[in-house]
Each structure stands twice: as C-alpha cells, then as structure tokens.
C-alpha cells in the first residue's frame, strides 16, 4: 500500500496510529511494560522465567495497538535449558483483548502462560498466541518438542491443546539451544504470517482475520476475536514445567509497526466507491490482489444518475516515498499526473486527450484487461478523474486502489457436481485458486465456463464424453489441475436379483457414478426410479415374464454398468 508518502505530521488523523509503534533496542528502559509474575528486566534483557521450576512470566504493553490494517512485529529470543535437566516448557507472543488487559494471565506449565495449562485456567480470552513449544506433551497433540504454533480460541479463552492450532510447523533450527534467534509476525489482509531468523519465506503462513476468525488445522472454524475498535494488546508468556522441566526465556529486543492505513486521498471526492476492480474497491485497505497473468475487469462506474461521462483512468507503478499526488482544484490524487513521470500510465482516456494503454467507452464500462498481460510480481495504483456532469461541465477525482499482483498458487479440484450429466445441464466444479480467464477442456475438447470464482466453475455440461474421462481446468499462468468426469457406473451389491414377474420388487443398488437422471431397465422395460444418489439407485421393477432379465443402468452420462434379475 502507497503509505509512506503520507506523513502524520501532515494528516492528524493517522497521528495515533503511528504512535501505537513502539520499539525496545533492549529493555535498559522498559516504559509502558506490564511485567506479571516472574518477568523482569535483568541485564537489559526482558527476563520471562529463569532457569527454575514453576516459573511463569508476563510482559504487556500496556497501551494496545489497532489492528485494523494490520502490523508487523520483530522480536530476538533467548532459550536456554538446563544443564541438567530437559528444556520445557516454552513461551509464547500472543496479541489479546481480555477483559483484563494489561493483568491478563493464562495457564502454568504446559499452558505457557496463555492457556489452561497445569491450574486449569481459562486461558487468556479473545486472543492469538504465536507459540513456541519446547517440550512434547502427547496429551495435548504435540508433534515435536521444536514446535511453533498459532493458537487462537476466537473469542473464548485461548488452549494450548492442538485442536485450537491454526497451523504449526517443527523448524530445522533447534530454538531452545541458548542462541539468540528472530522471529518476526506480520498481519495483513488477513494473512497471519511468521519468519525466521531472517528468512525471506515464511515458517508459517496462514488465512486468518482478526474480525472474522478462519480455518483451524483440522478443519473445523474459529470466529474471530471479537475485539472492541480493533484494539489489542501485545506481550509475551513463558512457563516452566515440574523438576527438570526449566529453561530460561528472555526476549532481548522488541519493535512493532502498526500500519495506519489508506491516506485521504484513496477515498476520492465522490460519496461512493466509483472505481472498482474486479467488482471490488479493496475494502479499508485499499488492495486488493490478484494472480499473475489474470485477467480481470476494471469498473468505472457514474455518479448516481449520471450516464454516459467521459474519464481518464490513470496507474502509477511506483509508491514515490514522500511525494504527494496532484492537487486538480476539484480533488487531489494519490500520485502525480499533471505533469507526470514515466511511472505513471494512461490508461484508458474516453476524452480523447491522451495516448492510452486501451480503447474504453465512456462510464458506466468495464475494461477487461486479457490474460497475461502481468506475468510477474507487480504493484500498482489506481485512479481516475471522471466527469460528474456535463451540463454543467464539472470533474471529481475516484476512490483509488492498490493492486498487488503475485503469482498464484495452482488450483486444486475437489468435487465435481454431477460427475455424471444430461448433455447442457449446468455442472459445478469445486476448488481452490480458479482465475478468471481459465479455461476448461476434456482432451481437446474445450468447455467454455459460465461463472468462475476462486472457488467454484460453472459450465455446460458436453455431450458425446468418453467414459472415464478427465477434465482439466488451467488458469491463465499455465497451472492446471484435473478431476474424472462422466465416469464408467459400476454396482458392487443388489438387494433384490429375483422377484414375482407381476413386478413391484423394490431393488436398492449400490455402486458408484450414479448421478440424477439415471435410467434402469429390467429386460428392456423402463424401471420405477424411486431415488437415485451418487453411489446408490432404488427402483421398483416392472412386470416381466418368468427367467433371467439383464438390469441396465445407465447414468445421463451414458456409462452403463449391466447386472441381473430373474422373475419368478
């Protein structure tokens, strides 16, 4: 996001953000700490528990920080076991909004000061706890006596127990071995994100918002925490365990940016969001990403009741530190344009004024820029000043948005809704990491999608498929992935193989590939279709006369599978 160009001196509004960033070069001075329990500053180092027995340690900061945009927090650590005896048990970074803030204590041992741990406490409530695990309780799910682990309870008290771990990982670094080591935690966009000792790639990496919660490891969700005005306070936790279960903790330097967020000028000057992308305006952040080599639509809309006005959409690929954008005397832009400099673009100008990127109409239009036309990381901005009325003629400046493209993850396939389908029925494939712009094929047969999200495609089913085939979906960067469609029936038990010739003989068939309107005949005659499932048809028989009949079922697909019925 273009921030850094927007001082607080300059907009009031962002003051208390920035203030809400703090940094320890060491903790010689530990202003606006909270030290609970055994923390303490010894030696300029912020001491969470000695090498000792039972210990357990707090540190707060005692003003909280907003998480609305989001921050990033560095920190260096210290664990040192004992000489003699097995390091354990760990301490943890936790961002919270207890009820009793800055006095907010968890659990002792196992509970590493933010769950319930060996005094059954409740755990520090509406929190996240970036955890670092030094010793293997089997009983709570541990992996490794190596392990870090994001652990939240939403808006409950937190638990150390697995089950509340959003991801983990066992690091190739031995963290409790006496040497100082970093970690850093950022949050943005509601992505939780944690590094290592410096590392450009991240040790953990996971889709969590503050406001809506996410996914845990096992699947199951967690709401979010809750907070009140996103507020939270940050610190650190550590607890030893019984008999030779100690390590000294010590944090031995601390600093976090909170990000303040868009700056006036990515409101605009209208009321409402007229620039979109890909039917969005970014939300707070004003961002929004996108997948390289995606097509995507850019929207320029009209104010209300306006039709029909011209606009010159602008793109500025540089953020320029400390430069403000183009007072116009009807608004203000984000980045230069009169003049501007060769990191700007034009990129659509229905005036008629200036060479542009591409031919648009006049607003309300949709610009669709085509695939791969970005293929490598890229971030840009933006904007556009639009005509709000022609008679009187009179100009205004559009919201503006940051746009962050990255290359995506490949998709992944996980159902397809029918497998099996009447040739133009409608069929959903279900995923992850669809772009629009993709395309779908059964060996060379290519299938046009209808509507595709990042999680689901729908499309026509196609007649005239193979039995056994795969269809394969390929975003527009060239990853792909597949799954079986129109698959060969099979029937692996039949309830009923005889019955009275006068018909009526209810026959429950299991097997697989079976889809809505599946067909049954019995010696040729049209069988009564009570229910039909993925993996189960019921029918009733007709009449038939005494012998063996074939059984013919047979999936809209067309993949019939054959069994037997004797009337009697």
Do not use: K
């Amino acid at each position: 996001m273009r921030l850094s160009r927007f001082a607080c001196t300059v907009f009031s509004g962002l003051c208390s953000l920035a203030a809400q960033s703090f940094s320890y070069p060491d903790f010689a001075n530990p202003a606006q700490l909270q030290m609970l329990g055994n923390g303490a500053v010894v030696a300029g180092a912020l001491r969470l528990t000695p090498n000792a027995p039972f210990q357990s340690g707090w540190a707060w900061r005692q003003t909280p920080v907003a998480l609305t945009f989001g921050f990033s927090t560095t920190f260096t650590f210290r664990i040192a076991p004992s000489a003699f005896g097995t390091r354990g048990e760990g301490f943890a970074f936790v961002l919270h909004g207890d009820p009793l803030g800055a006095q907010a204590i968890g659990g002792a041992a196992w509970g590493l000061g933010y769950g319930g741990g060996s005094n059954a406490a409740i755990g520090i409530r509406r929190s996240l706890a970036v955890e670092i695990d030094t010793y293997r309780d089997v009983f709570l799910g541990d992996t490794s006596a190596n392990e870090v682990s994001l652990h939240t309870g939403g808006n409950s008290g937190n638990s150390e127990w697995e089950i509340a771990s959003l991801a983990r990982v066992t690091p190739a670094t031995t963290l409790a071995d006496g040497l100082l080591h970093t970690l850093q935690v950022t949050y943005q966009l509601g992505v939780l994100e944690v590094f290592l000792d410096g590392a450009a790639t991240p040790l953990l990496s996971r889709a969590w918002s503050h406001t809506s919660g996410g996914m845990l490891a096992n699947g199951n969700p967690v709401a979010g925490l809750g907070l009140t005005n996103d507020l939270a306070w940050v610190g650190f936790c550590a607890t030893t365990g019984s008999g030779g279960l100690t390590q000294l903790v010590e944090i031995g330097s601390w600093s976090c940016t909170v990000n303040p967020g868009p700056a006036p000028c990515y409101q605009g000057t209208f009321a409402s969001n007229l620039l979109t992308v890909q039917g969005q305006s970014g939300g707070i952040t004003r961002t929004i990403r996108l997948g390289a080599a995606q097509s995507f639509g850019i929207g320029i809309n009209p104010p209300a009741g306006g039709t029909g006005l011209p606009y010159v959409l602008f793109a500025s690929l540089a953020p320029q530190p400390g430069a403000f954008g183009t007072q116009l005397g009807f608004g203000e832009t984000c980045f230069p344009v009169l003049p501007s400099t060769t990191n700007e673009l034009v990129v659509a100008d229905t005036f008629g004024l200036l060479p542009a990127l591409f031919t648009a109409g006049p607003a309300p239009f949709t610009l669709v820029v085509p695939p791969n036309l970005v293929l490598a990381p890229l971030d840009f901005t933006l904007q556009a000043v639009l005509a709000s009325s022609l008679a009187p003629f009179t100009l205004g400046v559009t919201n503006a948005i940051d746009i962050e493209v990255r290359p995506a993850p490949a998709p992944t396939t996980a159902a397809l809704v029918p497998t099996s389908a009447a040739t133009g029925a409608v069929c959903q494939l279900n995923g992850t990491g669809f772009l629009p712009g993709l395309t779908l094929s059964v060996g060379a047969l290519s299938i046009p999608p209808i509507a595709v999200n990042p999680t689901n495609v729908t499309f026509a089913y196609p007649g005239g498929l193979a039995c056994n085939s795969t269809l394969v979906v390929r975003n527009p960067d060239g990853q792909q992935a597949s799954i079986g469609i129109n698959p060969q029936a099979t029937i692996t038990s039949m309830s009923a193989t005889s019955g009275l010739a006068a018909g009526g003989t209810l026959v429950v068939l299991q097997g697989t590939g079976f889809a809505q309107g599946t067909t049954v005949t019995v010696g040729g005659a049209a069988a009564n279709i009570v229910a039909v499932a993925t993996n189960v048809v019921v029918f009733t028989t007709p009449p038939g006369t005494p012998g063996p009949r074939p059984v013919v079922v047979t999936p809209p697909g067309g993949c019939a599978v054959t069994a037997t019925f004797t009337y009697l």
